[in-house]
Each structure stands twice: as C-alpha cells, then as structure tokens.
C-alpha cells in the first residue's frame, strides 16, 4: 500500500494533466460522436447517426484506403531507410560520421508546414529546380501536386523527408547499446554480415523496433500538416486522408459529431494496429530471455 | 586527412560517397529555403531557375518582417516551447521513473492508459480543450498554450523505455542503504539519463515550435500567436506570396532550432559515447 502511495506521488502531476487536458476532451468527444453537435446551441443525442454515416459515406471510405496507401508507402520508407542508414553509419572507420549523422537529422527540426512551402516550390512544374534538373535527367515529373498518381508519393516524401531522422537517431542510439563482444562471439562462430544482422542485431534491436514503427505508424494515420498545405486533400481527393476529413467536417462543416466520430474510427484502427505489434514484439522478447 | 583517407576500405569509400549524395539531397530543401531567401524576385521566378542567386538582396527579409511582428512572435516561441519542454521533461521522468521502477497496483492498467492517449489524433480532442481553456479564463494567454503540454503520453513512454532499460543494482544498493525514492531518482537515475532526457527535451521543443494548429486556434489575438502561426497567416486565402517572401519567413522560423540543434547535438553525441563507455 505505501508503494502505491510512494508512485502517486510520483505520477500526480502528469497524471493530472494528462487527465485534464487530454482525457477529459477524448471522453468529451466521445459524448459529442453520438450527438448533432455543430457549436451553436444544446447537442442533441443522435443515437448511431454519426457512425453509421462514417462508414457508409464515400468520401470517407476513399479517405480511409488513402491513409491505409500512406501508411503502407511511409512506415516501410521511413522505417527502412533510417535502420540502413544507421547500419552504416555504425562502421567505425567511416569518416565524416558527426556531420552526416547531424545532416541527417535537421530536416527533423524543420516545421511540416515549412517543409512544404520548399517542396512545393522544389517541384513547382514552371520554375521549381528539381522539377528542372529531373527534366534534364530525361524524368518528365510535371505538376506533381496536381498529378492525382503522383500527389499522394509526394506528400509521403515530404513526411519521409521530414521524419526519418528522428527514427535514424533512436536506430543508433539502439545500436550502440549492442555490445561489440556478441558481434565478435558471432564472428568467431562464422556468421557472416548477413546472419550476424538477422541473428545478433535485429533481435538486440528489437525494443528499438517496436518503439519506432509504432511511432512511424501512428505519424502516418495522423498525416495532415505537409497535405493541409500542399494538395489540400487534392487533386481529385487523392491525398484526402482521414485526419484531413476530421478537420474538414470539424472546422469548415462545423459537424463536430460527425468530426467525433471519425475520431474515434481513426482511434480504434490505431490502437487495434499498435496492440498487434506489442503482441508480435512482446512475443519475439519472451523468445530470447 | 590523407593519410587517414588512403587507409579506408574500398566498401567504406562507396559508404562515404553514398553518404554524400544522401546528406546532399536531404539538405537541398534546407539549401532552397537559405538561397531563395536572399534572391531577388525576378530570379525567384526565372527559367531556367538556379540554386544560387546572381544577386543577393535582403528584399525578402524586409517584406516578411514588416508584414508581420516577428520579434514577438519569435519570443512567444521561445516561451512557449520553452515552457513545454521545462514542465514535460519534470513531470514526464517523474512519472515514467514510477512506471518503469516502482511496484504498485494498477501500473500495467496506467501504462495501457499512457499509449491509448497518444494515440487519439490530436484534432479530436481540439474542440472540447478549447471550449475548457476558455472556461478557464486562458485564452490569449502563455498559461493556456503551455498548461495543457506541461506533460505528454510520448515523453512518459520514452523515458520508461530508458529507464527499464538502466541497470537495477545500484539503485537496490541505494534502496538498502535507506534511501528514498526520490533521492535515487535525482542522484541516481536522472544524472544517468542525461542523454536521454536531452533526446527529449530536443523533440519537446522542436515539436512545439513547429506546432501550427495550437497556437493558429488558442490565441485570437496576433501578437499571442507563434512564428510558426504567425508564418501561415502570409498564405492564407487572401492570395498568393511570392516564393521569396515565403521562403525569407520560412528561414527566420527554422534559424532558431536549427541553431539550437547544432548546438545540442553536440553535447549529445558526447553524452552517449561518455555513457556508452560505462
């Protein structure tokens, strides 16, 4: 009983906060998902209504394969590139390593919004300079943003752009948490670069994983910023993505039930999705203790 | 240099090189923004366009500035982010020492708790928080921007993560020699997470800085808002800026962080080779 008291302590202050600020509004929202909310006046209760318009409305159904498409282009890209790089940028005598590795991570600290002014004006199909140099490369990319098979990679890109050094930081910090003797106990028993990285580094990295492809996937289903103002969901509602929708019928419709539930749709795919993970990686850590 | 370059593998030049190009083509974005910032308009929009301008001018920088108060937007950044980072990193290792160190009840429940928070979609919870700061009377105040940051589910789940992970020994030690559980976390556990309190304190900032529907929505009044709000209200529906103004603005809201990474990075390489050495 004292140790329950002891943690209270201890976790008083966020706790409060976080239960304030950011539990109360979910539970609110979840109140306003079964009414007619719209800000003016008394919300009446609804029942369903708003749920069963989320899933029977078009428009949302493109916006949900479309996130599910950003998802699946951004998580492995991301994720992918930034374990390589940190793979390589692990070599001891590679020469340069702080300035890459410091490269490689500003983009980070750029805001989204930006970030997409620049990209935008990069790939502007008049006097956008990449745009300029891909052309004479022979890649004819025209108007990326107006392109409906060419938007949604783009806006991926600028998330890729933006995020992937934040995963390569965690990806070397884990790495240098491996001890070199385990590299070397697998050396001496043969394992080659390949088995040494399935066999010693993927499990030893395994916490790492977990925390960065949660967190890239849940980046991914929030994915709002770079499209709010590059495409604005556009062209033809190519990159309309779902948080786009929640803002779009919260803000501009005023259909804050509607807005709701959404929420909570978006909310429960994620966390079905994250609980499958901790499932799989919890699994793989009982597997070498 | 030479010496050290004619030593180098074969495998490790081709790293180097795709190094190179990697980190240039990351950088170009970064390089676009600084250039066309000090271009005049007619090279902004000429064809064939070039990354560096004939003529520098600081054309740009005066429109953006006297289109908005960037002195006090900038320092309402400062304080806001700043504020954020201060209370988060506090009360966050506060609680993730208790998640990740401390036997109670309910501790599996709470960290369940924790994760599902950070996952509900930021925009969701926007109506129903403003309608509570404003019940609170903070509207258009710095305590109603930070307040509601002073401490986030991602940050509580970081720290457990490095916590579990710190050996248990010394503090058991620590523990029979009667001390207390805050003593061990202030002198034990904390000095120990430098690293990982810096990683944090970085992304706590870079993030609130960054942050544009927050601030766009919690302060009417212009001079309230954040340079990273502030930057938008040029794009707004009214019309189209040029790109040279957008990009004279975009430099003065990332010049700041990105000073202050160079500088931090710094002391947290240095902080992880001097931690990965124990």
Redo the contacts between chains.
């Keep these: 009983m004292r140790?329950?008291a002891?943690?209270?302590a201890?976790?008083a202050?966020?706790?409060i906060?976080?239960g304030?600020?950011?539990?109360?509004?979910?539970l609110?929202?979840l109140r306003?998902s079964f009414t007619d909310a719209s800000?003016f006046g008394e919300p009446e209760f609804i029942g369903l209504e708003n749920y069963i318009g989320v899933f029977t409305d078009p428009d949302i159904l493109n916006a949900v394969t479309n996130t599910a498409l950003y998802t699946v282009l951004f998580t492995p890209v991301a994720v992918a590139s930034a374990l390589g790089?940190a793979l390589?940028?692990n070599?001891p005598?590679?020469?340069?390593k702080?300035?890459?590795?410091?490269?490689?991570?500003?983009?980070?600290?750029?805001?989204?919004?930006?970030?997409a002014?620049?990209?935008s004006?990069?790939v502007?199909p008049?006097?956008?300079?990449?745009n300029?140099w891909l052309r004479g490369m022979g890649i004819q990319i025209g108007n990326v943003l107006e392109d409906p098979h060419l938007a949604m990679p783009m806006v991926v890109l600028v998330a890729v752009?933006k995020l992937f050094?934040?995963y390569f930081?965690i990806f070397l910090?884990g790495l240098?948490?491996i001890p070199t003797s385990v590299y070397e106990a697998a050396r001496m028993d043969g394992a080659g670069a390949w088995s040494r990285f399935r066999h010693v580094t993927l499990p030893m990295l395994s916490?790492t994983m977990a925390?960065v492809l949660i967190?890239a996937m849940?980046a991914a289903?929030?994915a709002?910023?770079q499209i709010y103002?590059m495409t604005g969901g556009g062209p033809y509602g190519s990159t309309q993505t779902?948080?786009m929708e929640?803002?779009e019928s919260?803000f501009r419709k005023l259909d804050?039930g509607f807005?709701?539930a959404l929420?909570?749709v978006?909310?429960a795919a994620?966390?079905l999705l994250?609980l499958a993970q901790f499932v799989f990686f919890g699994r793989k850590e009982k597997d070498l203790a | 240099m030479r010496t050290r370059l004619k030593g180098l593998k074969p495998s490790t030049v081709l790293t180097t090189i795709a190094f190179l190009v990697v980190t240039a083509l990351v950088l170009l974005p970064i390089a676009i923004i600084v250039l066309t910032a000090f271009k005049p308009a007619a090279e902004v929009n000429a064809y064939p366009p070039s990354l560096l301008p004939d003529v520098w001018t600081l054309e740009n920088l005066k429109t953006v500035t006297s289109e908005l108060p960037f002195a006090r937007l900038v320092g309402n950044s400062f304080v806001f982010a700043g504020g954020v980072t201060v209370f988060a990193l506090v009360f966050d290792s506060l609680a993730a020492y208790a998640l990740a160190r401390l036997d109670f009840t309910g501790r599996r429940f709470l960290l369940i708790v924790i994760i599902a928070t950070l996952m509900i979609p930021f925009q969701a919870t926007l109506i129903p928080l403003y309608q509570l700061v404003a019940d609170l009377g903070w509207v258009n105040t710095y305590t109603g921007l930070i307040a509601p940051r002073a401490a986030d589910a991602f940050g509580i789940f970081f720290l457990r993560q490095f916590f579990l992970a710190l050996p248990r020994d010394i503090d058991q030690a620590a523990r029979i020699d009667g001390a207390g559980e805050f003593r061990i976390f202030r002198s034990i556990v904390l000095p120990n997470a430098v690293p990982a309190l810096l990683t944090l304190g970085l992304f706590t900032f870079v993030n609130n800085w960054n942050d544009l529907l927050w601030p766009l929505v919690f302060t009417t009044d212009a001079e309230m808002g954040t340079i990273t709000s502030g930057l938008t209200q040029l794009t707004g529906p009214s019309g189209i800026v040029p790109h040279g103004v957008m990009m004279a603005g975009s430099l003065i809201a990332i010049l700041p962080l990105v000073i202050a990474f160079l500088f931090i990075q710094r002391r947290f390489i240095e902080n992880i080779a001097t931690t990965g050495l124990k």
């Design positions: 140790r329950t002891k943690a209270a201890f976790l202050p966020a706790l906060i976080l304030a600020f950011t539990i109360w509004p979910m609110s929202a306003l800000g790089l390589l940028l070599n005598r590679l020469p340069f702080g300035f890459f590795r410091t490269a490689l991570f500003v983009p980070f600290v750029v805001s989204f919004s930006v970030a002014f620049a990209w004006y990069l502007d008049q006097v956008g300079l990449l300029y752009w050094g934040f930081v910090a240098q948490d916490n925390f967190f849940i289903l929030q709002f910023d103002v779902l948080v929640i803002y919260g804050i807005a709701s929420s909570y978006l909310l994620t966390l994250s």
